[in-house]
């Protein structure tokens, strides 16, 4: 009896040591986008006990994992004799949100690349700006790296916790754990075993009042089967039937890091078969040098020539953007694995290595180009991503799993397009939260078909509504960043930094009113939309500022 106890207890003992729970988070971000991680700072500056749960080591999503150069909008829009100088509105500093606009003061333009005004290297960005952000806010803010989501429990229309497993590398594991391809290692990541790179530590998390959804792949609406729509699954812009092509969406990257030494550099010749050597090229307007300061982090001095001592960072079309296969696996496919328990990410992992593998021959035969002005000058910048390999920790992705919001709400095309001689914003939605500006932007895959609708829109200064924050099926998800309630077409506009930074804020803000204000539900929000947005406006923008003017004037 004595043995038998003992054998219980130590059980108890093994198993609570094993999954730790946590009971203390107001609201729970699901996160690893850079929506993820403005929401988490706004939430936690309302003074709301934070936690964010991030897949990697480095906050910020595609600020600092992939893609650091920010997207605002660009270009003119002319009719008849006036201009509207959209790149200009976008970038000014009332069109911004502070925390955004005090992150890109703190790690400014350092590579006079030409895409942006704002090209600079990731890790100045995490030391400077987001890790002192993440300190600042210390009393109200945890950050669990390193931690992807296995599983949820959800109860009628409620989300009661969530299960994430939080990986550390162990002493031997190199490069902080990301020694090998994402496609070599994702499994190890969702598992709860120990294994020979990382120790294992489950987690759970309840009794959060709000759990929110910022994740790059929409990893909480699919574990906890909520309505949503993936890819192109879509007759017309706006459709939610979900009928349709959900393994045909926008193109993958994985992006890395190059630069240009003095001196010589041996580089090991590719240890990767190259399976697309067709693939990669210039179109006629995009010679080497143009691609090269496209994206161009750090330069000694302005130049539009490479130079020694810069530092690039590669996306391109014919590179490095993976055209052979959707990232997402097919709706019915990862519903399975959320059934059996076996849940990834519910991503293609063929996909993954396809693109991985694409990435890696692009370094070599970009840099093969240049043979006779850089040749062996040229190597990977490996902190650029932080990885012993040199590409992306995850993938750039433009497009994921969108909720589906209250009352079947997304965001239609026709809410971000218009004439700006009639109107210089677009619809005014009675429940805006966040204002952007991008125009539509889709990476097309080689092997889908696209349907009509889908096609170049040119978008005004737009507004982003607290519905599609939202999700019809449980009223304590908040979605944030790609994840939002949004047709394909309206992602594409949606999707880029500044836009996922305000409307992340918006979402964090939310997410805390929910919190003070006791509201449970959603839907509770929206009756009370007036006193959300007084609080939200202090953060983040909800008007246009356009020449002086407020839109919408009232
Ligand atoms: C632009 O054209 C309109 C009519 O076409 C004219 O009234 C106006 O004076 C013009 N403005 C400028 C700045 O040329
Ligand atoms: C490259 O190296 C040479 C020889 O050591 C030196 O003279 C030159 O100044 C260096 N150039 C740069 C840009 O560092
Ligand atoms: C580099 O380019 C040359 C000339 O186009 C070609 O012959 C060679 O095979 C290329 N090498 C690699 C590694 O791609």
Redesign the pocket.
Known sequence: MKCLILIYLLAIFVSTAYTLRITDCQVVILGGSTAAFSAAVASASDGVKTCLIEPVDWVGGQMTLSVPAIDFSHGEYRKGNRTFPLRKYSTMKENNTPSFYEAIHLSPDTGKCWVSPTCYLPKVMLDKAFNPMEKALSATLRVFRNSVIKRAKVEGDTIKEITVIQRTPKASTKCDGYDKLLHESLDDWYSESESSRFNKQVLTFSDAGVFMDASEWGELLAVTNAPYLQGIAEKFDGDTSGQGDSVCGQETTFTFGQRITNDTVKEE??PYPVEHPEHYGFRSDRKWERVWTYRRLKAPKWSSKAQIGDITSQNVDEGNDYPFGYLFMSKEDALKSVQRDEWMGGVNIETIRGAELLAVGWH??FK??S?TTWGDRLSLAKEVTGTCHGLSKVPYIRDTRRSIGIDDFVIKIENLIGDFTISPVAHVFYDRVAIGNYPCDIHHMKICKYPPHMKKYDTLPFFIPFRAMTNKAFKNLIVAGKTMAQSFMSNSAVRLHPIEWSSGTAAGISASFMIKNNIKSTREVLDRIKDLQQVVAKYTPIKWNIEGKYYPQE
């Open positions: 010749p590719n070599y035969w093969n180009q043979s």
